[in-house]
Structures are given as structure tokens and as C-alpha cells.
């Protein structure tokens, strides 16, 4: 309780006291007049397109995530014991490599005149030179994916791997087909995987900030860039802290529905 109170409660209620503040840009001195001006300017548009374009970002990222890591997730859980262990390393080992080193590979991997415009350049489907993902929304997210896909894949084979799978068998011996087996059985006893992947992926993609700094070349703002120049650049402590209250209130409810989510029980098959 001493570490959270320290750690966590202290600079969060220090956000809470900043965010009711006002900068005196002459001076760069902050004065206590506790106003809600901040909060005010949070939904103006530049910031409110910052904010917007994060979650929607976020969403569809964390969206990819789950529709290609649940069939790897599945695929490993099925696997025998030593390949299992194989493949979770093969999932694994990627991770630990620097996360901004892993940003700057994708940053060539999809550069104009990188090997993904190469290639698609020799089998005539693009121009030389007209990829064009880099410092994009779609870059952005393509980077996103590929930095926390093993958040999302490691919680969905944990879960998948602890399905009993006699529950499977009976209902191919029922006569489901795997289509429905996937859809009735399957999903349902891992909702607590997909939850708990969505909550890994989708809370620090919603803030990030290095991936759209690499990729987006400054020129697609999230609410974590925004938040950072208001705290290194502009030096507006308050308006800062107001930025990130807003955020941590949405990711506070976005958790509170997939927490309510994850509880919920099984749907019978």
C-alpha cells in the first residue's frame, strides 16, 4: 500500500491539483485559481481530433490484434507439448527485443523503398515508391499491432489452453460443426483471454506515444504526443494534466465494460 500510495496515488492527485491550475505564460509560474478553463479546453478541436483519432486508433489496432492473434493463440494451444514451447518462444523472444528498436524495424519495413514496397512493387501492385504507410493513421496502427500482438496472444493461449477439451469433443459428437464448436463453445470459454488481451493491448496503445512520434513523423497527433509537448514543449503543467485526466477517466471506463465483460458468465452451448 506504501509503493501504490507513493507511486501511483501521489502523482495522480498531483495531476488532479495541476489540472485545476492556471500557467502564467510571462511568468511560466502556476497559479492555484482552481478553474475548470483546462478541462474546457480539452473538447476544442485540435485536441479533441487528438483524442478522437487515439481511440479510434486503439479500437481498430486492438481489434487486429485479437482477429490475428486469436487463430496463433489457438494454434499454439492445440500444438504438442514441445512445439508449444517452441512457438510461445517464437512469440516471446521478439518482445524483449527494445521497443524502440522494434518501432524503427517496422519503420523500414514499410518505408517507400523498403522490402514490403519491393515487393509489392515486383508483382506489379503498387508503383516504385507509392507505399505510402509512413507518418499515416494506417502506419501508426500497422506499428501498434505489431508491437503489442503478444500482449493480446499470450492471455488468449492461456485461456484457450485451460479448455477442457472433452467440452469440445462432446460437442462434435453432438453433431456441431467446428464452425459452431468455435463460435458456441470455444469463444465463450475465452472471454476472460479476450478481455484481459484487450485491456493489455488497448489501455497503453490509447496513450502511446513513442509509435506515433517514429511513424507518424510528428505529423499524426495522438493525445500522448499532445500531452507530452503540453508537459516538454509548452511547459502548460495544467492544461497537461488536464489532457491526462480526461484520458485516464476513458480508459477507467473502457476497463470498468471489459472488466464487467469478463465476468460475465459463459454463454451455453
Request: glycine share 10%; with cysteine; aromatic share 10%.
Amino acid at each position: 500500500m506504501g509503493w501504490t500510495a507513493l507511486f501511483f496515488v501521489a502523482p495522480l492527485v498531483l495531476l488532479v491539483v495541476y489540472s485545476f491550475a492556471q500557467t502564467d505564460f510571462l511568468t511560466f509560474e502556476i497559479k492555484y485559481d482552481w478553474t475548470l478553463q483546462n478541462y474546457g479546453n480539452v473538447f476544442e478541436g485540435l485536441y479533441l481530433d487528438a483524442i478522437l483519432r487515439s481511440l479510434l486508433l486503439s479500437a481498430g489496432a486492438t481489434l487486429a490484434c485479437l482477429l490475428v492473434g486469436f487463430p496463433v493463440a489457438l494454434t499454439i494451444a492445440q500444438a504438442p507439448g514441445r512445439w508449444q514451447l517452441l512457438l510461445l518462444l517464437g512469440v516471446m523472444v521478439p518482445f524483449w527485443t527494445s521497443f524502440i528498436v522494434r518501432t524503427y524495424g517496422i519503420f523500414s519495413l514499410i518505408g517507400d523503398s523498403g522490402p514490403l514496397a519491393d515487393l509489392l512493387a515486383s508483382l506489379g501492385l503498387i508503383e516504385d515508391g507509392g507505399l505510402r504507410l509512413l507518418f499515416t493513421p494506417v502506419g501508426i496502427g500497422i506499428g501498434i499491432v505489431y508491437s503489442y500482438l503478444p500482449l493480446m496472444i499470450l492471455p488468449l493461449y492461456v485461456a484457450l489452453e485451460r479448455i477442457d477439451r472433452s467440452v469440445i469433443d462432446a460437442a462434435n459428437d453432438l453433431g456441431a460443426s467446428p464452425a459452431r464448436v468455435l463460435w458456441r463453445v470455444v469463444l465463450p470459454l475465452a472471454k476472460p483471454g479476450i478481455a484481459a488481451g484487450c485491456i493489455l493491448v488497448g489501455i497503453p496503445a490509447t496513450g502511446e506515444y513513442v509509435i506515433p512520434q517514429i511513424l507518424g513523423g510528428g505529423k499524426t497527433l495522438m493525445v500522448g504526443n499532445v500531452v507530452a509537448d503540453q508537459f516538454l514543449s509548452s511547459g502548460d503543467y495544467p492544461f497537461g494534466s488536464a489532457l491526462a485526466m480526461v484520458l485516464t477517466a476513458i480508459v477507467l471506463i473502457v476497463l470498468a465494460i471489459l472488466r464487467r465483460g469478463e465476468r460475465t458468465g459463459p454463454v451455453t452451448a
